[in-house]
């Protein structure tokens, strides 16, 4: 079969390696369709830490089951989503049901070798079969809703509440559509770009600001009638908005770090932590329970995936699809890699 192997930052060769077959309790799954996140571009670019080259990316991927292994329930043909988080199950952590916090956990396309190939074997419980009326390509996306989903549960939206969301990229949207099915009221969608505060509007926002020439803080609370925001989402992963992230917040609100940034945070003061009395959530990814609640609000419509996909290629164009990626990353939401 054909992989595309990253061998080193900005490296990318099409390699031949050898079909691989499924042992017992796991399936030898044909990848449909492959979507790049930030998180693959951050590898791609040598910029996230602890990776170890060579190493195949891809970790939100859908595909047809093509070859099972002895005691596997689920059936030749069937379509899947990929929970990428391969878990010990032993741990502590596992054991509580948290196996998104496994003490030895990979992730697929990072300390694994992940789906930027013709096939994958994963043991079954990996597999999430995907309803008829989702096609495979958009599907790829149910990963990175199960983590808004698994995200939204920890801090719990009320009919109600108003939250802002600072960055409409795919998972900036997808926590603006499901906050609105969650009934919060205002929404505010924050973002530089023109395009995705329209696409914000189609997720139901009910404001959207440019952060470029408005003060934002101003902006909420005004739409707050003077209160703050219950609840501020932060996608962007961009340190320098957490003090004005706290500000917007009305006292007991709730600030969700939900990107990922390996930068320290400047002139950090903890004062509005207390003076506020205001929480800090974290969320890391998702356990396997958050699957089947976003493939559900997918296959009743609740969600719409198909304008999140902004370009695909073909696996053999993969230095062409990261290179493209990282030349102006503000285009876009996720590319797809199709074998």
Request: hydrophobic share 45%.
């Amino acid at each position: 079969m054909r992989t595309a192997v990253l061998q080193a930052p900005r490296r990318f060769e099409v390699a031949e390696r050898p079909t691989p077959r499924p042992g017992r309790g796991a399936a030898l799954v044909r990848v449909a369709a492959t979507a790049v996140c930030h998180t693959d571009l951050s590898i791609y670019t040598g910029q996230h830490p602890g990776v170890r080259y060579p190493v195949v990316l891809g970790h939100e991927a859908t595909g047809v089951v093509e070859a099972v292994g002895p005691d596997v329930r689920i059936p030749v043909g069937a379509r899947v989503v990929i929970n990428p988080i391969i878990a010990c199950g032993a741990c502590d952590c596992c054991l509580r049901g948290d196996e998104n916090l496994c003490r030895r956990a990979g992730l697929l396309g990072r300390e694994l070798d992940g789906s930027l190939a013709e096939q994958v074997v994963l043991a079954e419980r990996y597999l999430h079969p995907l309803p008829p009326e989702i096609g495979l390509e958009a599907a790829t996306l149910i990963e990175t809703l199960a983590t808004v989903h698994h995200a939204q549960r920890r801090v719990r939206i009320d009919p109600g509440d108003s939250v802002v969301v600072l960055g409409q990229g795919a998972t900036g949207l997808l926590h603006t559509r499901v906050a609105k099915l969650a009934g919060a009221s205002p929404i505010v969608a924050v973002s530089r770009s023109a395009w995705k505060r329209d696409l914000a509007r189609r997720m139901r926002a009910d404001a959207t600001v440019d952060p470029s020439g408005r003060d934002v803080v101003a902006e909420v609370l005004a739409l707050t009638a003077g209160h703050g925001a219950d609840l501020v989402i932060d996608t962007t992963g961009d340190p320098r908005l957490v003090g004005s992230a706290m500000e917007m917040l009305r006292p007991g609100g709730v600030l969700l770090l939900y990107a990922i940034s390996h930068e320290p945070v400047q002139d950090f003061t903890t004062f509005p932590m207390y003076v506020k009395e205001l929480t800090l959530v974290g969320s890391r990814a998702l356990v396997p329970a958050d699957f089947e609640p976003a493939v559900r609000l997918v296959a009743t419509g609740a969600v719409e995936l198909d304008g999140l996909i902004t370009g695909s290629y073909p696996l053999h164009r993969a230095a062409a699809a990261f290179g493209d990626y990282e030349r102006d990353p503000d285009r876009v939401l996720r590319i797809l890699i199709v074998p």
